[in-house]
Every structure is written in C-alpha cells, then in structure tokens.
C-alpha cells in the first residue's frame, strides 16, 4: 500500500515524516537519486517516472506526493498566518511566500488530492510533532477520510 503525506510547503511534511517510526521515501530526494526530473533554477521532479520507480508498497513525503498513485493521502494544513511566517523564516522570497499562502488558503493541494485517492486532513497549527504523528497512526490504522 502506498500511503503519501504531503500539503503546502511549510506545513510540516518532512518534520512529520522523520518523526514517524516507519521509514518514509522524500519524494524530492527519490526523484535526485534517481535522476527522474530535470534541474533548471530548481530542480523539477518528473512526477510520472517517480511514480513508475516507487515501490509499490511504501510511504513518501512531499508537497507533489499526492500527485502520485497513492492508495491513501494525509495532508497537512496551516493557517495561512502561520504559514507566511514559517516560509519567511525559511528565506523563502516574497513571491514564493505569496504564492504558498495563497494555495493553502485557496485548498489547492487538498483539493488535488481528493480527486486522486482517500485523504485525511491534518490542521497541524496548533499541535505538537507527537500529536500529528499519534493522529496518522490512528488515521491509517481505520483509514479515515
């Protein structure tokens, strides 16, 4: 069963991932390894050869992961507020943080998601690494939408 976490960048994703006891597979990371993308200013992930190279039971992370054949997708959520910090904090440019504020409050990536496959939504704002871990675990296990 393939099972993607993903959301806006800033929401948690790769925070989340390392604090889950199960191996997960960076989506970014698996796409440079296996050369499956294309570098230009940023590097762009071929996202239908990552989904063709993944392995066919597995967990991975990334704001595209949904964009790939899952079985099950948790997306993470925060408050646009919150979010416009995080990605400041991070050097992100003015245009970059406009244009991430904008999806999430827009639902871009969770509406993308709900036409691919089952979602659960995770507003991660106002909770711990541990709580967000506790409520995938949980999520998974009854696969909940």
């Not at 990605?87 to 970059?96: A, C, H, P, V």
């Not at 999430?104 to 509406?111: A, G, T, V």
């Not at 967000?132 to 675990?137: F, M």
């Amino acid at each position: 069963m393939r099972i993607g976490i993903t959301g806006t960048p800033g929401t948690g994703k790769t925070t989340i991932a390392e604090a889950l006891d199960r191996s997960v597979i960076s989506l970014k990371d698996f796409a440079r390894g296996h050369s499956l993308g294309e570098e230009n200013d940023i590097f762009e992930v071929d996202v239908e050869k990552v989904d063709q190279n993944l392995p066919e039971d597995c967990w991975v992370e990334g704001h595209l992961a949904h964009k790939i054949n899952l079985d099950y997708c948790i997306v993470l959520r925060t408050r646009p507020d919150v979010l416009e910090e995080r990605l400041s904090e991070r050097g992100y440019s003015e245009e970059k943080i406009r244009e991430n504020v904008e999806a999430e409050k827009m639902d871009l990536i969770l509406s993308e998601a709900f036409e691919r496959t089952t979602v659960y939504e995770i507003d991660t704002t106002e909770k711990s690494v541990e709580e967000v871990v506790d409520e995938i675990n949980e999520a998974v296990k009854n696969k909940e939408s």
